[in-house]
């Protein structure tokens, strides 16, 4: 794979593969993202204006296809979830799941995630941010791709308010000691556990990471809390 070229950010963490696209998801992505969908834009956003009412902010990094992010939207209207995905696939899952169970606590940017942290989100203005199961790029010589690096954690902090957090999860041990490991080093924040913490109430547990752990495979979940 050979990494992008962009002068701001030269390798990223992902790679956008010509994915099948349902045509309930395109559908979906045609008609609901136009409400939902928020445009890339180089200026923070208003995120209170946005959502018409103050309340906590919680940013969703790598929703995938989105079916945790719409259950915890579900479950929590009193907050609101801003979600970030590049794959169109997921985000017209989302949608599809937004429109279906009628969620007003959801917004999308489909666009990077680290120009939408630089670029749309203005310092101290989250009240936490979830990143669950990030692409763990096993090979070793891809690991400079994965998202979870000291000047993503330094800027994803920066973006919480004091007393926010910071929760990611995955089923990959080495990347787990890596995120440990980038997250303890990064003075704006501090654990909440001696290491990696329980999974909170509220990250409902996928039929994925069911499966997993029956077969013996570990998850872990991290929460550190901005200082």
Known sequence: MVPETNPKRPIRSYVLRQGRVSSAQ?????????YYGIPYSQQPIDIENIFSRPGPKILEIGFGMGETTATIAAAHPEIDYLGIEVHTPGVGSLLKLADARGLTNLRIVQHDAVEVLRD????ASLDGAHIFFPDPWPKKRHHKRRLVQADFVA??????????????ATDWAEYAEQMLAVLAAEPQLENTAAAFAPRPAYRPQTKFETRGLKLGHGVWDLVFRRK
């Open 26 to 34: 395109a559908r979906a992505h045609e008609q609901l993202l136009p």
């Open 120 to 123: 749309m989100i203005a310092p």
């Open 155 to 168: 800027l994803l902090a920066s973006r919480i308010k004091s007393g926010g957090y910071v929760h990611l």
